[in-house]
């Protein structure tokens, strides 16, 4: 049973372009959501994707934009790079069932050094 | 809006020994879920166990258990027999039942277990 899987592992970018990450949820699992984690820090919801929509969304600016794929895969779009988005990003998915019993699991993450 | 408090930014406990991290949360929410992750060297977040509020039971996992007190919005969790593969940084994490919309998960600021020899 394949776990969540995130590319690439690590990145290395300059400030004011542009990157994109890519995460494959667990087997099974519809919803994927990604955060990010700045180091000595606890992560931070950026947004969620169910049935290709986002369904919510953290504080982080329109730079920050995803998508979801009819395989349930999906991206996050970073515009605009700052230093400051230097992170962990992180990808869970889950299934959303009738009650919401969402637990999410999480990939291994891709390292983020802007430049 | 939720929040998630872990007070111990480090501990260590001997190998074999027990040892009880805490946290606190605040919501105005009576319908929800607590997890605790845990995040070894590698960064990979790893489930330890999960309680849902409206269980009065507390969640155990193997050596893993939690001692959960709704009222007093503190979710605490205990190792039983802790081993050095222990040795990580400790995220307590609170979700929101929704019925509908997305699910987020809000983290605390983590609890750095060391397991010594």
């Known amino acids: 049973d394949a776990g969540v899987t995130q590319s690439p592992t690590h990145l290395i970018k300059t400030r004011g372009q542009q990157v994109t990450l890519r995460c494959s949820p667990k087997s099974g699992h519809d919803t994927v959501s990604w955060y990010q984690q700045a180091l000595g820090q606890g992560p931070q919801f950026i947004f969620q994707y169910y049935e290709e929509e986002e369904r919510q969304r953290g504080n982080f600016p329109d730079r920050f934009s995803g998508h979801q794929f009819p395989n349930y895969s999906s991206e996050l779009n970073v515009n605009a790079l700052l230093l400051g988005d230097s992170a962990l990003y992180l990808c869970?998915?889950?299934?959303?069932?009738?009650?919401?019993?969402?637990?999410?699991?999480f990939g291994p993450g891709t390292r983020l050094l802007v430049l | 809006a939720q929040t998630v408090t872990q007070s111990q930014p480090e501990m260590s406990v001997q190998e074999a020994e027990t040892v009880t991290l805490s946290c606190t949360y605040d919501?105005?929410?009576?319908?929800?879920?607590l997890f605790w992750y845990k995040q070894p060297p590698s960064r990979q977040m790893i489930l330890v166990i999960r309680?849902?509020?409206?269980?009065?039971q507390n969640a155990t996992e193997n050596r893993f258990s939690v001692n959960f007190q709704k009222a007093a919005k503190s979710f605490s969790l205990k190792i039983s027999d802790s081993q050095l593969g222990d040795t990580a940084m400790y995220f307590c994490a609170f979700m929101k039942h929704e019925e509908t919309s997305g699910s987020r998960l809000t983290f605390g600021e983590g609890t750095q277990l060391t397991v010594n020899p």
């Open positions: 869970a998915s889950s299934y959303r069932t009738v009650r919401s019993r969402e637990t999410q699991y």
């Open positions: 309680q849902e509020a409206y269980k009065q």
């Open positions: 919501t105005s929410e009576n319908n929800y879920y």
